[in-house]
């Protein structure tokens, strides 16, 4: 496919995209209001330093492909000393070729021009097509579903203590590396940035101006149980009425009773979260994905604990 060019694509050419990107993932926006959600994503401190969003053109500069690539921190375990570090890598998000370009190999050609040129050697997705296009390039799944917990929710006297979201940021960056350490077969992790998270908030912001309300309640909170400290960072979603998980600790039992509590001061019902766990009631199975530069057998617990979940 040599005729094919891949340009990064301009602040217009941006715009016209999340028209036919609308189709795919508006959900419960206008394709208007969701075209708006992009360009706020986009021009947000994070979206201007560390996302590019790639396109594919045939000879008459017809957008054919496109995805978005992400910038993002993880903890690496080396193989041979096991020793962590944290190394630069990407996220992909938003693959999409359009209707009347399908099955024409352009999204194949897109991603594997993109993996080709990565010096980074890992990198992490989101797949909402199931998970056998990206395994032909090395990408590996890893088990998690998405759930939800609906009222009753299980009572609990402990009382979730909301603090700011660079201290939530530090804690958590330490308690996942912590838990890392200790699982042998995993190879990478994201790791907690205050840009990147505060970008996952930016939406929920945006949510919530669209209903009239100013402002979204904090989403950062620390519990205490009888095994220590515990976190989680749960978003009031306006648009769907649920509490949104971006992050929690699934080994620790009081943390969803903890955030039952959360939902329910905000006048919430249900509560949607990813885990591997069977907690509550499964609404689908999600395909986060790892991949390492080189590797034949990637394993699926690789790519360890992908609760942020791919909400863009």
Known sequence: MAYLTIDQASASEREALALIRAE??????????????NKILYSHPFGTKRIQTLLLKNPEKKIVSSMDALQVKFFFKETETQKIVVRE???????LTPIQHRRKG???????????????????????????????????KTKV?????????????????????????EKVKSFRRIRFEREKAAQLCLVPETEFWDWQIERYRYFSRLKGHPTIPAPFFEINTNSGPSYFC????????????????????????????????????RIHFWSPKELGQSIHEECPMGWFQGASKPSPEGFYDPQLCDWW
């Open 145 to 169: 579903q998405s759930r939800e917990l609906v009222e009753p929710f299980l009572n609990t006297s402990i009382d979730p203590v909301p603090i700011e979201m660079n201290d939530w940021i």
């Open 234 to 269: 749960v978003v009031k979603n306006v648009l769907t009425q649920t509490a949104d998980v971006l992050w929690f600790d699934s080994d620790c039992p009081e943390s969803l009773p903890a955030i039952g509590r959360i939902a329910k001061d905000w006048g919430l019902g």
């Open 24 to 37: 795919a993932w508006a959900k419960e926006l206008s394709r208007v209001e969701f075209c708006e959600r």
């Open 106 to 140: 352009y999204a194949s050609h897109l991603m594997k021009d993109f993996l080709s040129r990565q010096n980074l050697g890992i990198g992490v997705l989101y797949s909402d097509i199931g998970p056998k296009f990206y395994e032909r390039y090395g990408f590996q």
């Open 89 to 95: 890598g990407f996220l992909i998000a938003s693959v």
